[in-house]
């Protein structure tokens, strides 16, 4: 099935409505903000062999996907983005990458996430089942929400070949043979993101893992500070600034962030769980000030995102 929708049809002001509603049929807790008076877009659509692929095109906009916790591990999904026209920042799992023409990232379909794009944008995009790609890929939740850059070689020829293949999608071929390329851009991408783990693994990144599993350790700890992380792994302060700062992130915002991504799936986890119980217990010590920064990085106020999701 290949498909071509597009708000154009309709009346200015009613566009951004019809496009929550597809993109959200197409990808379950996905919602659009954009400029109502201004928004136009299209998506592309294709069922290629067991691979479900979309192309949209948009304004400038903020993506953001709940979190669902109603996904069981055997339904884990993985979903590519390979960014093809402008720019965009996303957050998933604390982590904040700035994408540009070219680069692909890899997110978690069960977890939230934002991508924020302040101009014309165009993605290619292509949804995983988990065990596929970690099959290939064993280190793959290292990978999510990590940039994979557009000048790897790798991530040129996985760009290649899926613009060459949205030339065909309309082509008239037999389904078993679509499912044979299907197969063969899988091996590309897992290639791709094997690569880019091995060139990637460096000292910083090292650290930035170590930084991370402090975090979840002391989720709860109110006096969690970069002073204290730093001495926790025995480092200098300033290696850890170094280190956060080359991956465009600060200490202070990895603690926050991170806090308020695991207070997220606290709240769809534990619905009988008091919003002030999960801030405490996510090491806020003021609920106000929790739901201020919730709602400023997640879009909705604590309360509301439990409703959402």
Not at 233 to 246: D, E, I, M, W, Y
Not at 270 to 283: D, F, M, R
Request: neutral net charge.
């Amino acid at each position: 099935m290949f498909e071509v929708l597009s708000t154009h049809q309709f009346h200015p002001m009613e566009r951004l409505d019809y496009w929550n509603d597809l993109i959200g049929s197409t990808y379950r807790g996905m919602t659009v903000d954009s400029d109502r008076s201004r928004f136009d877009a299209k998506l592309a659509v294709w069922q290629l062999g067991d691979l479900q692929m979309v192309k949209p095109s948009s304004p400038p906009a903020i993506v953001r996907r709940h979190a669902n916790s109603a996904t069981l591990p055997t339904q884990q999904s993985l979903i590519v983005h390979v960014l093809t026209r402008g720019q965009a920042m996303l957050e998933q799992r604390g982590r904040r990458v700035e994408l540009g023409e070219g680069d692909m990232v890899v997110c978690a379909a069960e977890d939230a996430y934002c991508f924020d794009a302040n101009q014309m944008h165009e993605m290619m995009v292509v949804e995983f089942d988990r065990a596929t790609l970690a099959t290939r890929v064993p280190q793959i939740d290292d990978l999510v929400a990590r940039k994979v850059s557009g000048k790897l070689p790798g991530t040129r020829l996985v760009h290649r070949y899926m613009s060459s293949l949205w030339q065909e999608a309309s082509a008239d071929m037999p389904a078993d043979h679509w499912q044979m390329h299907a197969t063969i851009l899988g091996d590309m991408i897992a290639a791709c993101l094997e690569s880019s783990a091995t060139t990637t693994e460096t000292h910083g990144h090292r650290i930035l893992a170590q930084v991370e599993s402090v975090i979840a350790e002391r989720m709860g700890d109110f006096d969690l500070s970069p002073s204290r992380i730093a001495a926790a792994l025995g480092l200098p302060l300033r290696t850890l600034q170094a280190a956060t700062a080359s991956a465009g992130l600060t200490l202070g915002g990895m603690i926050l962030r991170q806090r308020l991504h695991y207070a997220a799936r606290r709240l769809l986890a534990e619905p009988q769980s008091t919003v002030t119980a999960i801030a405490l217990e996510c090491g806020f010590a003021d609920s106000a000030h929790f739901a201020r920064r919730f709602q400023q990085m997640l879009g909705s106020t604590p309360s509301r995102y439990r409703t959402l999701n």
